[in-house]
Structure formats: structure tokens, C-alpha cells
């Protein structure tokens, strides 16, 4: 889907807004470490209640570990064998109107990140099957998360 450049504008803003929230309130559990749904929810549950507040927003549906594609398993052209976006904001059963997909790792884990960098690539591929209009990976650090915006037009 995309988007227009205001509400890309109004996106990142919730984004970046969610996560002062969640370093303000939450931070034990991003310091703790190795609690990378918890954070995920805390942080959903503060991109939801952003999110409410924008008139084009408020109709959308909120999911994390989303893994269907109608009855079928979510796969992209890297992941062939199912793929698990951690958040995504959407209409439900459509591909029609797929607005945002976050992938978050934590400080902790020691995965490689450019393996979120490309679910978030295939998903927001224009040409793709899903079509999201903004991607973003979120790298929890102690010291505090950058966003890293992904978006294919």
C-alpha cells in the first residue's frame, strides 16, 4: 500500500513516540534483557494507543507473531517456509490495505539483523504480495533504539 508522505509522517511519529513511552515505563524489562515478546507487547500496547488517536488509524487492525495469509502461512521470497512479522497494522484477511510491519530484537540477542532488514524488505516490496506501506526495525539498546525505516515506492 502507499502511503502518503504525511502519513508516513504521522506513522513515524507514533513510532517514535511509542518508544519514549516504552523506555520511560519499561525499561527493567528492555535493561533485563532476553524478554523480547514482553517488550513487543509493551510496545504495541503503546503503538495501539498512539495509533487511536489519528482518524486514518483508528479502523486498522493491531497483531503481533502474525502468520497467516488468509488460511495459508505467511511466506515471502527469502522466507519460503513461513514468516512471523513481530507487529503489523492491517485489515485482516487483505492485502490490500497493509500499512506497517515491525521486526524488534533486543540488545541481547545476538541474531544477525540483517535477517529482519530483509523480512522487512519482501514485505514492503510494492511488487510483493503483502505491499506494506512502512517497515521499521526497531534494535532495543539500553542506551536507547533508532528507527530504522524501510519503505519501497
Known amino acids: 500500500m502507499i502511503l502518503e508522505a504525511k502519513q508516513i509522517d504521522d506513522l513515524k511519529n507514533v513510532i517514535n513516540i511509542s518508544l ?3 523506555y ?3 525499561f527493567e524489562i528492555i535493561n533485563r534483557g532476553g524478554m523480547e ?3 513487543s507487547f509493551r510496545f ?3 503503538l495501539l494507543g498512539q495509533c487511536q488517536q489519528i482518524d486514518w488509524l483508528r479502523d486498522y487492525d ?3 507473531e502474525y502468520n ?3 488460511n495459508e502461512p505467511k511466506r515471502t521470497p527469502r522466507r519460503p517456509d513461513g514468516v512471523r512479522p513481530d507487529l503489523i497494522v492491517h485489515t485482516r484477511n487483505s492485502n490490500q490495505s497493509n500499512i506497517l510491519v515491525v ?3 533486543g540488545w541481547w540477542n545476538k541474531e544477525i539483523r540483517n535477517v529482519d532488514i530483509e523480512k522487512l524488505e519482501d514485505f514492503t516490496n510494492q511488487q ?3 505491499g506494506y506501506g512502512l517497515g521499521v526495525f526497531l534494535d532495543l539498546l539500553r542506551e536507547g533504539c533508532v528507527p530504522h525505516y524501510i519503505k519501497d515506492y
Open 20 to 22: 519514549d513511552n516504552l
Open 24 to 26: 520511560q515505563n519499561d
Open 37 to 39: 515478546q514482553a517488550v
Open 44 to 46: 504495541g500496547i503503546y
Open 62 to 64: 493491531f497483531d503481533m
Open 68 to 70: 497467516k495469509n488468509g
Open 103 to 105: 521486526e524488534i530484537k
Open 128 to 130: 510483493g504480495e503483502y
